[in-house]
T-cell receptor
Framework: DQQVKQNSPSLSVQEGRISILNCDYT??????FLWYKKYPAEGPTFLIS?????DKNEDGRFTVFLNKSAKHLSLHIVPSQPGDSAVYFC?????????????FGQGTTLQVKP | DSGVTQTPKHLITATGQRVTLRCSPR?????VYWYQQSLDQGLQFLIQ???????AKGNILERFSAQQFPDLHSELNLSSLELGDSALYFC????????????FGPGTRLTVT
């Protein structure tokens, strides 16, 4: 049962344009959401997060939006740069903070073309 | 460089064998997590240790076990290996037991032939 889903395996955008990566979840108990970025031959790197009490969090070129009623979150990258080309994983966590266990989506490969 | 180290980088072994993957967390981090990434799959949470104690368990097979030692490094033991165990195994660490922002190592690629 895939509780966190990234339905687009890949996305290609032009440098300077906006990249929008999407993520859906099924478990309404999730209370914290994160995006990780992964380059080949490296481990995932934390990018940005959002608590379920918020609907938007911004950090430089990266903005995460959360729509709780739709159980949907998205990552916006503006403007996109070639160095942003990587696999992006959406992750979610639930509960009291007794564990940092994360549930990950399958990932979306972003290619930013110069 | 996340500060999390994993050894070995690559491991090739035969079915039925047993292997040990090792992880050293970032300096000061007390929690260690193990994740498995199979082909075309997201990362699947296996197990978490905090300061030497098991904190949370995912869908970890009974053939797999882990521990965290007093110096906080962790080992993941995989036994009676099957072809389907071929995957990338990532270790992550965080300062606390409930920290969602985790620092990942480069992974160990296990190939079972």
């Amino acid at each position: 049962d895939q509780q966190v889903k990234q339905n687009s395996p890949s996305l290609s955008v032009q440098e300077g344009r906006i990249s929008i990566l999407n993520c859906d979840y099924t478990n309404s108990m999730f209370d914290y959401f994160l995006w990780y970025k992964k380059y080949p031959a490296e481990g995932p790197t934390f990018l940005i997060s959002i608590s379920s009490i918020k609907d938007k969090n911004e950090d430089g070129r990266f903005t995460v939006f959360l729509n709780k009623s739709a159980k949907h979150l998205s990552l916006h990258i503006v403007p996109s740069q070639p160095g942003d080309s990587a696999v992006y994983f959406c992750a979610a966590s639930k509960g009291s903070g007794n564990t940092g266990k994360l549930i990950f989506g399958q990932g979306t490969t972003l290619q930013v073309k110069p | 460089d996340s500060g999390v180290t994993q050894t070995p980088k690559h491991l090739i072994t035969a079915t039925g064998q047993r292997v040990t993957l090792r992880c050293s967390p970032r300096s000061g981090d007390l929690s260690v997590y193990w994740y498995q990434q199979s082909l075309d799959q997201g990362l699947q949470f296996l197990i978490q240790y905090y300061n030497g104690e098991e904190r949370a368990k995912g869908n970890i097979l009974e053939r797999f076990s882990a521990q965290q030692f007093p110096d906080l490094h962790s080992e993941l033991n995989l036994s009676s290996l099957e072809l389907g165990d071929s995957a990338l195994y990532f270790c992550a660490s965080s300062v606390d037991f409930g920290s969602y922002e985790q620092y990942f190592g480069p992974g160990t690629r296990l190939t079972v032939t």
